[in-house]
């Protein structure tokens, strides 16, 4: 690869507007920080994962996210592990951030205390814009809600909503989500018709509220394969669990049979392919440490794409380690794509690879490159700093294999940071 076309390619790709296609943002600058100190901020997300995996004790990491023990001390545990993790796209992202925000020579012993004095002395709230707006060009990041408000900051924020609570039902700190629903959206539930008007009545609240897209994460728990269930069978599973909470049983709400969740997602689906609507779906690796992979293949949506064409479904992640699959599907359906938020940090190569393939294989507007996917916002910009470059390499590839000009590789690489998902998510005037 020619220096000269990969410098050119990247100067016009550093100048272009951005919109981020998946975020975990707080709602607002007000609430912009999510640690007292930095390894508080730090260590909430992706980089405890690989610490994680690399040894660090779930005690040790408690450890160090407790801002009352000494910050020397806490870094003692984190140290070894980092030294292991930095050069993974987590560490690498975080090492980015650090250098060209704060102006330090990346994170380690030497500047682990002169940087975390540095956080602390930023006024958050304007960090929070300075770090989306100035640094990282980025027009608007679509923000991921469960059941807060979906009305956020518009300068910032579109949001992406959970129909979840309707599909899996949960119990969380003594309250479930059924409750929830009836306190807001519908009174007494009693049957499975009283749940799908509850439905109804919440979703239509959301898209008032303004919502871009509905997402799903179900990956997390259970295989992405939703079989039909006929309207029968699951009234009567529905009855069997309203039996169960009128017995006092209302941690069981969180027992929805397997027919019952894969009913209710169909039915989801169903009001969406009516509305037309965006659907974001986690597949490929999930979070954290410890899960069943093979729950997030994206060929077990296989029959949904068939059977809901006015859908758009957005498949998050390049569905690593299935990108190949997710190509498939996207090649084949008219209605799928393919989003690359998180991607590039959970592997930068196989990000840059995977690109490579999706531009052989599919007309390149079934692709948006760039999703932070974070929870705090110094890491979107490490992680928008990857992306870039990832853009940026793997066009100049393709520029010195005489696939396309320079010329088209600039307008490739704004179609996939910013148009195709203007165009996806349905934006105008942004």
């Not at 005690?59 to 910050?71: F, M, N, R």
């Not at 991921?144 to 956020?152: A, L, M, Q, Y």
């Not at 992979?293 to 809901?308: E, M, T």
Request: charged letters at 25%.
């Amino acid at each position: 690869m020619a220096k000269e076309t990969y410098n050119i390619i990247l100067r016009a790709i550093e100048e272009m507007p951005v919109i981020d296609t998946h975020e975990h943002l707080p709602t607002g600058v007000e609430e912009s920080r999510r640690g007292e100190d930095i390894l508080g901020e730090y260590l909430t997300h992706y980089l405890s994962s690989d610490l994680i995996s690399a040894g660090l004790s779930a005690d040790d990491l408690a450890k160090a996210l407790d801002p009352s023990l000494p910050l020397m001390e806490r870094w003692d545990l984190v140290e070894p592990f980092w030294e292991v993790s930095r050069y993974t796209g987590y560490g690498r992202a975080l090492d980015i951030a650090v250098r060209d925000i704060y102006g330090f020579d990346g994170i380690c012993r030497k500047t682990i205390e002169e940087l975390d004095q540095a956080f602390r002395e930023k006024d958050h709230d304007q960090h929070f814009r300075y770090v989306l707006k100035e640094l990282c060009n980025i027009k608007v990041s679509l923000l991921d809600i469960d059941t807060g408000s979906c009305r956020v900051d518009p300068d910032l924020f579109r949001c992406a909503w959970h129909p979840e609570d309707y599909i899996m039902p949960t119990m969380e700190e003594g309250s479930s989500s059924i409750q929830r629903v009836e306190k807001a959206y519908g009174g007494e539930i009693r049957s499975l018709d009283d749940w799908m008007d509850a439905f109804a009545r919440e979703l239509d609240v959301r898209l008032n509220q303004g919502i871009a897209a509905l997402k799903i994460g179900l990956a997390y728990v259970r295989p992405l394969r939703f079989e039909k269930t006929d309207y029968a069978t699951a009234k009567e599973c529905f009855a069997s669990v309203a039996s169960r909470r009128n017995q006092g049983e209302e941690g069981q709400w969180n027992l929805f049979s397997r027919e019952l969740q894969d009913f209710m997602m169909h039915h989801v689906l169903k009001v969406a392919n009516k509305k037309h609507l965006i659907l974001q779906i986690h597949t490929g690796l999930q979070e954290g440490n410890g899960n069943t992979i093979a729950n997030s293949d994206p060929s077990l949506l296989n029959n949904l794409f068939l059977d809901y064409p006015n859908v758009t479904f957005d498949l998050f992640h390049i569905s690593y380690p299935y990108q190949g699959v997710a190509c498939v599907l996207a090649k084949n359906f008219p209605n799928v794509f393919i989003d690359m938020c998180w991607a590039h940090i959970i592997s930068p190569s196989a990000a840059r690879q995977a690109l490579a393939d999706f531009l052989d294989a599919l007309p390149y507007n079934k692709i948006s490159g760039f999703g932070g996917d974070y929870l705090f916002v110094d890491g979107v910009y490490g992680h928008l700093y990857l992306a870039r470059r990832n853009i940026c390499e793997t066009l100049a590839l393709k520029v010195e294999e005489g696939v396309f000009s320079v010329d088209t590789a600039i307008k490739i690489a704004y179609h996939l940071l910013y148009e195709n998902p203007r165009r996806i998510f349905r934006w105008e005037g942004i």
